[in-house]
């Protein structure tokens, strides 16, 4: 009986411990590389590499007013978030349904899935011509108050067109993601930037001129259609109904979340654009450029982390299609804390080294100080925690953002004002917005509520 007893302690002392062995380990590592996500956040982590290469290659070929300018051209260029209103991520999320139904309904279901390869073939092109004059002109306005002396009128018209290129790169890209293949969707944009980045470096080493900014887009835009362009041509070819049968389908579909979708991106544009731009306004290029290339190093790494949890939105959205959204619930709370659980520790540990090589360094040197890029890190990481909400949200066709994201811009205005006139951190205003959408999820979505510690054990114990 004794030894019953003995061999039956033993058997559960294996069976609990065995989870901390290494061939356990061995095992764990083997599932976690082979998750669509994190092949995603791999091919990301290429992107956000080839583009610190950039970065650092920037400020060695161009003087520091020419390293303003670049940083507002590329803020400005985020404009063009305002012209997706959000629809990349509806593309991915119908693109998903589209395909799910063409599992479950056959002949039909793929017809309309050509249908809608069409629509977003017709809204892509509208949308990048009609966002070529304003961003000019919005762009042309902007730069011109500071009356600069150096020649930037040509480089801003080819980088306006440059970037209405990508807007419609972009949503071609969004409808690979969602109805043929994530991985190769990320692959195509780490090729094309891989493209860009090279070109760009070359082209100012032998023309040192922020012209290379639009030469170097033109390079990824022409890579990355080239290998995801063939797909939705010879997808849509099959459409069976006429352009305007077609584009009043879909966006009548689409308009339901248009309104919704367009508040929240607006207000993601401002929380993320005010620090470059309020400081570019209110002290000039140079300090707009530590301000700008500080938000663009920290979004580089941000991306990859983002990455775990955005890749997942075309399976999300099959899960909604398939009436399995609790499914998707609980898939997204386990990749936040994946996602959290790294982000963190890395950012704390890029703190540290960019203290202690501040004066070492030139590409550090032009950087923001690392007291702001702290504040800037936590601001990221609670932002990590309203993505994953909405990537979820969104999945299912729901838009939950659209009014907090609007107050939450504008209290990032004022106090990223504010904040640079009293000589504090210019990213102030971003961490205070983040945290009111943050405080605003912890009191309307329950399901996601991390303040706890007995909520947040039982989704790491998901996670083991």
């Known amino acids: 009986m004794l030894k019953d007893s003995h061999t039956s302690a033993s058997e559960q002392f294996r069976k609990k411990f065995s989870r ?24 990301q982590g290429l992107r956000t590499l080839f583009s610190i290469l950039l970065l650092v290659a920037v400020p060695h070929f161009t003087t520091p007013k020419e390293q303003g300018l670049w940083s507002i051209f590329v803020s400005l260029g985020a404009l063009s978030t305002l012209v997706e209103l959000g629809f990349s991520g509806l593309f991915v999320v119908f693109a998903a349904h589209s395909k799910c139904n063409n599992v479950l309904s056959g002949q039909k279901a793929q017809q309309e899935r050509a249908s809608f390869a069409r629509f977003v ?9 009609l966002f070529l004059p304003a961003i000019f002109a919005i762009g042309y306005f902007i730069i011109s108050r500071q009356h600069l002396t150096a020649s930037w009128q040509i480089p801003w018209g080819l980088y306006s067109i440059a970037i209405s290129a990508s807007v419609f790169t972009n949503f071609i890209s969004s409808w690979y993601e969602g109805s043929q293949s994530v991985t190769k969707a990320f692959y195509s944009r780490t090729i094309s930037t891989l493209a860009s980045v090279v070109t760009t470096v070359l082209v100012l080493y032998f023309i040192p001129n922020i012209i290379a900014l639009p030469i170097g887009i033109f390079v990824a835009c022409s890579v990355q259609l080239g290998i995801l362009l063939p797909s939705i041509l010879e997808t849509s070819a099959t459409a069976p109904s006429s352009l305007s049968e077609i584009f009043k389908k879909w966006f009548a579909e689409l308009s339901a979340l248009l309104r919704r979708n367009a508040a929240s991106f607006f207000g993601g544009y401002i929380s993320f654009q005010s620090p470059t731009i309020m400081t570019y306004l209110v002290k000039g290029p140079e300090e707009a450029g530590k301000v700008g290339f500080t938000m663009t190093s920290w979004m580089g790494a941000f991306t990859v982390f983002h990455t775990m949890l955005s890749s997942n939105a075309a399976a999300y959205g099959e899960l909604w299609a398939q009436g399995r959204a609790t499914e ?133 114990n998901r996670e083991i």
């Open 121 to 129: 073939l017709i809204w892509s092109t509208a949308a990048s011509a």
């Open 20 to 43: 901390y062995s290494i061939p356990h380990f061995i095992k764990k590592t083997k599932q976690i590389v082979s998750e669509q996500s994190v092949k995603a956040a791999f091919l």
């Open 328 to 460: 998707a619930l609980q898939i997204s709370r386990q990749k936040l804390v994946q996602a959290m659980t790294l982000f963190i520790p890395s950012a704390g540990i890029a703190v540290a080294v960019m203290t202690f090589f501040s004066t070492s360094f030139r590409f550090i040197a032009r950087l923001a100080a690392p007291a702001d890029m702290l504040i800037l890190a936590c601001g990221l990481t609670l932002h990590l925690a309203v993505a994953a909400v909405a990537i979820y949200a969104r999945s299912g066709k729901n838009e939950p953002f659209s009014n907090i994201s609007l107050l939450s811009a504008a209290c990032s205005i004022v106090a990223t004002y504010f904040a640079i006139r009293c000589g504090l951190s210019p990213f102030f205003g971003f961490l205070f917005g983040n945290v009111l959408t943050v405080l605003w999820i912890e009191l309307m979505w329950k399901d996601f509520r991390l303040t706890t510690f007995k909520n947040l054990r039982k989704i790491l």
